[in-house]
């Protein structure tokens, strides 16, 4: 209010300078005329750039000095000077004041449209505009709130540009996975169209922009819950295959290295096992059945494969976890005794002998009476297992021959 006071005193100082030359019409004051009158325009001109000056105030004093130079005034003033302004000076006059009353009349008439605009602006952006009524504040608030918008505008492109890399191999990858489960992705090839584009300036638009582009990402998420759940399916199908395909390969790998009768190792499994054995100090005992052909003739195969089986659980119970007991083919069997010398090996065989010689082998049919005929070798530093092995079925004939039912020990 006293920065008001202070033009509008300044104004009237002015006026009242100014009617006592007029009145008075000495020439020599013309100088003196001009200099007032411009300096009340150069108020006028100052007074409207001040923020603090609302533009009702602005209007209501101009109207008021605007008086002071129609034509009334202007008829007064001419009529008062005995030597009136030369022809040159007085048209410039007459013409500088007509265009500051147009002027002055156009921002009378502008001003509502300016005000409005301002609203109207600040309701596009969706923000508040300032509520004091000078229209000065009001425009360094719509200023304010479009530096704003495009702050933010730039840093929303900047963040879709970096989601949109940011998400391309994703967008990518799930595309595949829905070809591979047998689905299309239009949505999401849609959704990466739209994230592609330039935002348009209309924030409205931008925002429709980008509700299609987010219906887009939703319906194509759908798709991919549904493709996961066919996938997981899928998977679980596959695993339950590899599973079964696994334990199948297990029990073939098993039954290739397993006399399918007895369940012992053959001679694959064997081979297996002296490979990862140490035979530096080990002990091999070669054994059959004695008469095993006249068993079979007698009370049939059936009754002489139960007694292979009943003959290979009580090897298997004679010796330590850590040894191997194979079936290498009809009734002959090896047990392998890793750590053992050969004269312990030897006592080892003479022990099975005698257990089976007083085991009742009962079988389907009958009670059977067996004995078998066992042969010991150690095994010695650079030899083959094959030669190995051979040593001690020449110890198993051997015992053969020498009547059955006994041990033979070869060095």
């Not at 006026?15 to 013309?30: C, Y």
Request: hydrophobic share 35%.
């Amino acid at each position: 209010m006293h920065e008001i006071r202070r033009y509008i005193h300044g104004l009237i100082d002015d006026v009242d300078a100014l009617r006592p030359i007029v009145l008075s019409g000495e020439h020599e004051k013309d100088l003196e005329l001009r200099r007032l009158l411009r300096r009340m325009l150069y108020q006028l001109d100052n007074m409207q750039r001040q923020h603090f000056i609302s533009v009702s105030r602005y209007q209501k004093i101009v109207s008021l000095l605007a008086s002071l130079l129609d034509a009334e005034h202007g008829t007064l003033i001419k009529g008062s000077v005995e030597e009136p302004l030369g022809s040159d000076e007085s048209e410039k006059l007459e013409l500088y004041i007509e265009e500051r009353k147009d002027s002055l009349k156009a921002a009378q008439q502008d001003m509502p449209a300016v005000y409005h605009l301002i609203l109207d602006c600040s309701d596009l952006l969706g923000r508040e505009p300032a509520s004091d009524p000078d229209i000065s504040a009001k425009c360094r608030k719509l200023e304010m709130h479009l530096r704003e918008h495009l702050q933010d505008d730039a840093s929303l492109r900047r963040e879709l540009n970096q989601l949109t890399s940011a998400f391309e191999n994703s967008l990518n990858f799930l595309t595949d996975i829905l070809k591979e489960v047998g689905g299309d992705a239009p949505e999401i090839v849609h959704a990466k169209e739209i994230l592609k584009q330039e935002l348009p300036a209309d924030p409205k638009k931008a925002h429709e922009l980008l509700q299609h582009a987010r219906q887009s990402l939703v319906q194509a998420g759908d798709k991919i819950s549904s493709a996961t759940h066919t996938l997981k399916q899928s998977m679980q199908q596959q695993m339950q295959q590899v599973q079964s395909l696994s334990r199948r390969l297990e029990d073939a790998e098993k039954q290739a290295k397993s006399d399918p009768l007895t369940g012992l190792g053959n001679r694959r499994k064997l081979a297996e096992f002296l490979t990862a054995t140490d035979r530096s100090v080990c002990s091999v005992i070669a054994l059959d059945i004695d008469h095993f052909k006249a068993i079979n003739d007698s009370y049939g195969h059936d009754v002489g494969d139960e007694i292979l089986t009943l003959l290979a659980e009580l090897l298997t119970g004679s010796v330590r976890e850590s040894d191997m007991v194979a079936r290498l083919g009809g009734e002959e069997f090896c047990i392998i005794l890793p750590a053992i010398e050969a004269d312990q090996a030897y006592h080892i065989a003479e022990k099975i002998r005698q257990a089976v010689e007083i085991h009742p082998f009962s079988t389907s049919q009958t009670t059977i009476a067996v004995t078998i005929s066992l042969g010991v070798a150690g095994h010695k530093e650079g030899e083959s297992n094959a030669a190995w092995l051979k040593r001690a079925d020449q110890a198993l004939y051997q015992s053969k021959s020498s009547g059955r039912n006994m041990v033979t020990m070869v060095q």
